[in-house]
C-alpha cells in the first residue's frame, strides 16, 4: 500500500522499502530514563524515552541527525516494542516518551493496543503530521509534545525543503490542543506542552510562532522555550546557523512570552547548548 501517512505524502510502498522518512517499520536506537525532559513530565528525572529511527521531517540542523535519516537503530516490531514499554516501567520510568513517532504511528498504536502503560504516554513530535493519522492514535496518547519549529514557509523550506511545515503543523497543533488540560501536584498528566526550539537569527519568526501559540493553546498549557540548539547535522552548510543562540535573542522570545501571558514557561540557561546532552545511541 502506497503511504500518506505524514504530509510527505511520498507514496512509498513499505511494505517493500523505505518511504522518504527513512524507514519501513519501527527502528529504536535507544531507550532509557532521560533526566533532561521538562520537570512537569518527569519531576524525578526519569522519563522513559525510545528514540526512533527516522523522520518524516529533516532539518538540516537536526539534533539527532544520525537517527533522522535512519543510520541507526534496530528494528523491532510491535509485539517487542510493548516488551519495551515494559522493561521501561520497571526500570522507574515516569512517562513513556515516544521520540519522534509521526512516521510509525500506526505501528506504536498497535504496541501501546498490546501493552498500555500505566504512566503518560507522550507523543513527543516535530508537529508535522496528518491530523487523520493523529486522530488513530489519539485514544493511546496522554500527552502530545510537539515542536512548533517555523511559521515562515521560506524558513521550513530552507532548513527542512518543506514550504507547509507551518500549514501542517498549524492543523496538527490545533487538533492537539483540544484535549484537556489535567495537572496534578505540579505534573502534566493530559494534554498539551509545546517546545519551541529558539534557532540563530530567526527571533521575528519565533515571535510569529508565540502568537500562534498563544492564540490556539489552552491558558493552562506550558510552553517550552529551548535553548539548547548547537550546530549539528548540516548546519554549517548554513552560515547563520553555525553559531549558538546569544543571550538576547533567547532574552527577546522569553520577554514576548511573557508579554503575551502564558503562565508556565520552561526556560533552559546557556550551558543546556552543548554536544555533550546529546544522547549516545546503543544502536
Ligand atoms: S510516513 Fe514516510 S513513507 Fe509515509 S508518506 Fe511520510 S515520508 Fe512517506
Not at 523505505?18 to 524525578?44: D, M, N, Q
Amino acid at each position: 500500500m502506497n503511504c500518506t501517512l505524514c504530509p510527505v505524502k511520498c507514496g512509498a510502498d513499505r511494505e517493500k522499502h523505505a518511504g522518504a522518512c527513512g524507514t519501513r517499520g519501527i527502528t529504536v536506537a535507544k531507550y532509557y530514563l532521560h533526566p533532561f525532559e521538562e520537570p512537569c513530565l518527569s519531576p524525578g528525572g526519569k522519563s522513559g524515552a525510545i528514540f526512533f529511527g527516522g523522520c518524516s521531517l529533516r532539518c538540516v540542523f537536526c539534533q539527532n541527525y544520525e537517527l533522522s535519516r535512519a543510520k541507526r537503530g534496530k528494528e523491532v516490531t510491535p509485539r517487542e516494542l510493548a516488551d519495551i514499554f515494559r522493561e521501561l516501567e520497571d526500570m522507574g520510568a515516569e512517562n513513556l516518551d515516544l521520540v519522534t513517532p509521526d512516521h510509525i504511528s500506526p505501528l506504536l498504536a498497535e504496541a501501546l493496543s498490546l501493552y498500555r502503560p500505566k504512566v503518560p504516554v507522550i507523543y513527543n513530535s516535530s508537529g508535522y503530521a496528518e491530523v487523520s493519522a493523529l486522530k488513530e492514535i489519539a485514544p493511546f496518547v496522554d500527552v502530545w509534545m510537539p515542536d512548533l519549529k517555523f511559521v515562515s514557509p521560506a524558513l521550513s523550506e530552507r532548513y527542512t525543503g518543506r514550504r507547509d511545515y507551518f500549514e501542517a503543523a498549524s492543523k496538527a497543533l490545533s487538533f492537539m490542543a483540544e484535549k484537556p488540560v489535567v495537572w496534578e501536584g505540579g505534573r502534566l498528566l493530559s494534554g498539551i506542552l509545546v517546545r519551541h526550539l529558539v534557532l540563530p537569527a530567526c527571533t521575528a519568526d519565533g515571535k510569529r510562532a508565540l502568537d500562534f501559540l498563544h492564540a490556539v493553546l489552552p491558558p493552562e498549557a506550558p510552553l517550552s522555550l529551548m535553548r539548547q540548539y548547537v550546530p549539528m547535522g548540516e548546519a554549517e552548510k548554513y552560515p547563520e546557523l553555525r553559531r549558538r543562540v546569544t543571550d538576547r535573542e533567547y532574552s527577546r522570545l522569553l520577554g514576548y512570552a511573557a508579554s503575551l501571558g502564558f503562565r508556565t514557561v520552561y526556560a533552559q540557561d546557556r550551558e543546556s547548548a552543548e554536544e555533550s546532552f546529546v544522547p549516545q545511541w546503543d544502536f
